[in-house]
């Protein structure tokens, strides 16, 4: 089974640039995740996703953040425009049932840099 | 909301030694607490976890114990290998909100730990 997938891997913006990050959960998982780990500090929460509903964007950090999932599948944040505090690594997760505490997969990171 | 601290943020122990990383989470409310292993360039992966209505979960040489009244959990890891050494995380749910949640979890910030063989 293939994991959680995301793309890019690495992005190198500058500020006020805008970048778009993909990621593709595990085939048939209703449940997607966004996390962000800041400067080594905890990954921390942004938005979760039950199949294409937003159910909770709480970690959301502002509005220059934009995250959609259309048709349930995969899903796209956006930064737009980008600052430097929005440097970091950002991390998808998949889980497959809404309405039970499965396991959290994640996906290898979008390391974000933004100069 | 909840609180996750972790602590050591640095580990090392030499091989075959055992590591104890702690936290302590600050919702009585909350009722699962999964530990994540990250080694260097990869994705964090779940190693074990542990559910509310259980003190204490064994996995080969890993375990994880849970202390509801002082609001902490632990992670054993014993016999140490080299293979061991990556960044792990704690973390913790929040309860349901909704038939359709799946609780997000909140994280401590990490310990790196090394096997020094």
């Known amino acids: 089974e293939a994991g959680v997938t995301q793309f890019p891997s690495h992005s190198v913006i500058e500020k006020g640039q805008t970048v778009t990050l993909r990621c593709d959960p595990i085939s048939g998982h209703d449940n997607l995740y966004w996390y962000r780990r800041v400067m080594g500090k905890e990954i921390k929460f942004l938005l979760h996703?039950?199949?294409?509903?937003?159910?909770?964007e709480s970690g959301m950090p502002n509005n220059r953040f934009l995250a959609e999932r259309t048709g349930g599948t995969y899903s796209t944040l956006k930064v737009q425009p980008a600052e430097l505090e929005d440097s970091g690594v950002y991390f998808c997760a998949s889980s497959q049932l809404a309405g039970r505490t499965d396991t959290q997969y994640f996906g290898p990171g979008t390391r974000l840099t933004v100069l | 909301g909840e609180n996750v601290e972790q602590h050591p943020s640095t580990l090392s122990v030499q091989e075959g030694d055992s590591a104890v990383i702690k936290c302590t989470y600050s919702?009585?409310?909350?009722?699962?607490f999964p530990w994540y292993k990250q080694e260097l360039g990869k994705r964090p992966q779940l190693i074990i976890d542990?559910?509310?209505?259980?003190g204490e979960k064994k996995d080969q040489r890993i375990a994880v114990t849970l202390n509801k009244t002082a609001k902490h959990f632990s992670l054993h890891i014993t016999e140490t290998q080299p293979e061991d050494s990556a960044v792990y995380f704690c973390?913790?749910?929040?309860?349901?909100?909704?038939?359709?949640?799946?609780?997000?979890?909140?994280f401590g910030t990490g310990t790196r730990l090394t096997i020094i063989p």
């Open positions: 973390a913790a749910t929040e309860p349901l909100i909704s038939n359709f949640g799946n609780e997000k979890l909140t």
């Open positions: 919702d009585s409310a909350s009722n699962y």
């Open positions: 996703f039950v199949k294409e509903s937003k159910q909770d």
């Open positions: 542990i559910r509310s209505n259980v």
